[in-house]
T-cell receptor, first 115, second 112 residues
């Protein structure tokens, strides 16, 4: 199984809502990532978890809250978002081999619209 | 600051020709460089990886070169097909870290 799954595929939420994005992989990867991608822009790294510990937080606003309950799951909790947060949110995973080149496996993304 | 530039926002070529995409970077010393394909509304899909000490890598109709002196990578698709139409992203990463920096991508259109 070389797949990263993300739910939901689409999400529309108001600025006062609380919602969560979910990501799952069963490849035994120990690094998991959240990216944000706006139209015609590259994916921008938000968070990285390595061995279930937060390894990188790219100065993301606190209205985005990541969580890694176990090595297969990654959540992104959303609260009080702004319309400019509307984007494609991508989850990715990799082996977490620091000293060896490695590719990332991306999920299909969640298309988020904030009204 | 670290910067990655991909040669053009869009590239149009005729079916059967070779598509050549360019990736230039500044203020960075990557240990390796990757190319990904992304279709609209989908996640990127890994294509090729080349290390800093490698000059060229091939996989079927794909070829990538890496020149650390020029700080440039070229990505070639030979005998292009309409199904190759997509956005191609180059990405840089250092070993010892998890941060990957992506270029903005080049949208390739292959006309039949």
């Amino acid at each position: 199984d070389t797949e990263v799954t993300q739910t939901p595929k689409h999400l529309v939420m108001g600025m006062t809502n609380k919602k969560s994005l979910k990501c799952e992989q069963h490849m035994g990867h120990r690094a998991m990532y959240w990216y944000k991608q706006k139209a015609k822009k590259p994916p921008e790294l938000m968070f990285v978890y390595s061995y279930e510990k937060l390894s990188i937080n790219e100065s993301v606003p606190s209205r985005f809250s990541p969580e890694c309950p176990n090595s297969s799951l990654l959540n992104l909790h959303l609260h009080a978002l702004q319309p400019e947060d509307s984007a494609l949110y991508l989850c990715a995973s990799s082996h977490a081999r620091r000293e060896a080149p490695e590719r990332q496996y991306f999920g299909p993304g969640t298309r988020l619209t904030v009204l | 600051s670290q910067k990655i530039e991909q040669n053009s926002e869009a590239l149009n070529i005729q079916e059967g020709k070779t598509a050549t995409l360019t990736c230039n970077y500044t203020n960075y010393s990557p240990a390796y460089l990757q190319w990904y394909r992304q279709d609209p509304g989908r996640g990127p899909v890994f294509l090729l990886l080349i290390r800093e000490n490698e000059k060229e890598k091939r996989k079927e109709r794909l070829k990538v070169t890496f020149d650390t002196t020029l700080k440039q990578s070229l990505f070639h698709i030979t005998a292009s097909q309409p199904a190759d139409s997509a956005t191609y992203l180059c990405a840089l990463r250092s070993t010892g870290g998890f941060k990957t920096i992506f270029g903005a991508g080049t949208r390739l259109f292959v006309k039949a």
